[in-house]
C-alpha cells in the first residue's frame, strides 16, 4: 500500500468512525426528546460507564482530556439508564466550562463500602 492509499485509508476509518459516533449520539438524543417514562434497571456499571463515555467524548470536545480508572468487577447499578447518561453528560460539560483552556477530566468508579454514613447522610437502602 502506497503513502497515499494509507493515508486515503486512515481518513476513510475516521470517517466511518466519526458517522458510527454520530448515529449513537442521534439515537441518543432523540431518546432525550421523547417523552418517556422511567425504567429502573440493574446494570453492569462498568458498561454503563463506557456506554456513556460516548456522548461524554462527544460533548466535552478534543480540548478535554478523559482518564478513566474503574475497579475491577464493579458491582451493579440500579439506575435509569439515559438519566445516569445525562447526568454524567451534564457534570462533563460542567468540568468542560471550567477549563476554557482545556484539561484533563477524570472518571472514576470504585468498590467502597462505609461503616457509617458519610457526611450525615442516611446509608442507602435495598428493598426486596
Known amino acids: 500500500m502506497t503513502a497515499k ?3 486515503l485509508q486512515g481518513l476513510i476509518d475516521t470517517c466511518k468512525r466519526t458517522v458510527a459516533r454520530a448515529t449513537t449520539l442521534t439515537g441518543q438524543l432523540g431518546s432525550f426528546g421523547r417523552v418517556q ?4 434497571v440493574t446494570v453492569d456499571a462498568q458498561a454503563q460507564l463506557e456506554s456513556a463515555l460516548q456522548l ?3 460533548g466535552v470536545g478534543e480540548t478535554v482530556r478523559i482518564d478513566t480508572a474503574f475497579d475491577p468487577d464493579l458491582w451493579p447499578v440500579t439506575v435509569e ?3 445516569f447518561d445525562l447526568a ?3 457534570l462533563a460539560i460542567n468540568a468542560r466550562d471550567a477549563m476554557p483552556a482545556g484539561g484533563v477530566l477524570r472518571i472514576e468508579a470504585r ?7 458519610l457526611q ?3 446509608p442507602a437502602i435495598t428493598c426486596t
Request: glycine residues 12%.
Open 88 to 90: 454524567l453528560l451534564n
Open 111 to 117: 468498590k467502597l463500602r462505609l461503616d457509617a454514613p
Open 37 to 40: 417514562e422511567g425504567r429502573l
Open 56 to 58: 461524554i467524548r462527544g
Open 81 to 83: 439508564p439515559l438519566q
Open 5 to 7: 492509499e494509507t493515508k
Open 120 to 122: 450525615g447522610l442516611a
